[in-house]
């Protein structure tokens, strides 16, 4: 079975930093793509950026350049999510997903982590 | 960017309703588009990959068509534990995802 296990949940200053984890299985992290949803109180699914742990080779949403970094950490099979310069508007549930193949050289987000929670409030 | 659009953004039906939802690409994205449910609390769920494609476990009540930038999901016969809300997602050449603004279907 696969397993996407994140952090736990975190409040966060306006103008701060977070960072949340999301650890796979050592298979999955070898073969397979992680990215980043995010989805704020009330709202919709919002892809914020992923990366391709074995080469290391991150992409994000354009919105998010600047102030999103993904790496991941191949000894430990965990992907982490750091965002910088919070404001209100970065609360959200924000998840980790695999990015599976299809076979037509389609992606899909097959598996999911449970999702963290970041509060952003003074 | 690619843009998505959904309509409706939500409907009201009763069980054994057929319900269409159709999702509109500002660019043409063959067939690479997903559906997916989710219900609140929990993450997504795929049900639809390839614009047309069950995912596994899926039951068939749930369908997709479509290509290039027009895509419709049906569920044929709407049971009590398909309320929810639905996204469609593309994803493009350049790596990149975007999700539509989402369909909330609930009790009529």
């Known amino acids: 079975q696969v397993l996407l296990v994140q952090s736990g949940a975190e409040v966060k200053k306006p103008g701060s930093s977070v960072k949340v984890s999301c650890e796979a299985s050592?298979?999955?992290?070898?073969?397979?793509?992680i990215s980043w949803v995010r989805q704020a109180p009330g709202q919709g699914l919002e892809w914020m950026g992923g990366?391709?742990?074995?080469?290391?080779?991150?992409n994000s949403a354009q919105k998010f350049q600047g102030r999103l970094t993904i790496t991941a950490d191949t000894s430990t099979s965990t992907a982490y999510l750091e965002l910088s310069n919070l404001t209100s508007a970065d609360t959200a549930v924000y998840y980790c997903?695999?990015?599976?193949?299809?076979?037509?050289?389609?992606?899909?987000?097959?598996?999911w982590g449970q999702g963290t929670l970041v509060t952003v409030s003074s | 960017d690619i843009q998505m659009t959904q309509s409706p953004s939500s409907l009201s039906a009763s069980v054994g309703d057929r319900v269409t939802i159709t999702c509109q690409a500002s660019?043409?994205?063959?067939?690479?588009l997903n559906w997916y449910q989710q219900k609140p609390g929990k993450a997504p769920k795929l049900l639809i990959y390839?614009?047309?494609n069950l995912a596994t476990g899926v039951p068939s009540r749930f369908s997709g068509s479509g290509s290039g930038t027009d895509f419709i999901f049906t569920i044929s016969s709407l049971e009590p534990e398909d309320f929810a809300t639905y996204y469609c997602?593309?994803?493009?050449?350049?790596?990149?995802?975007?999700f539509g603004p989402g369909t909330k279907v609930d009790i009529k």
């Open positions: 997903a695999r990015v599976g193949y299809t076979g037509s050289s389609g992606r899909v987000f097959d598996y």
């Open positions: 050592a298979a999955t992290f070898s073969t397979y793509a």
């Open positions: 990366i391709i742990p074995i080469f290391g080779a991150a």
């Open positions: 660019q043409d994205i063959t067939n690479y």
């Open positions: 390839d614009a047309s």
């Open positions: 997602q593309q994803y493009d050449n350049f790596a990149l995802f975007t």
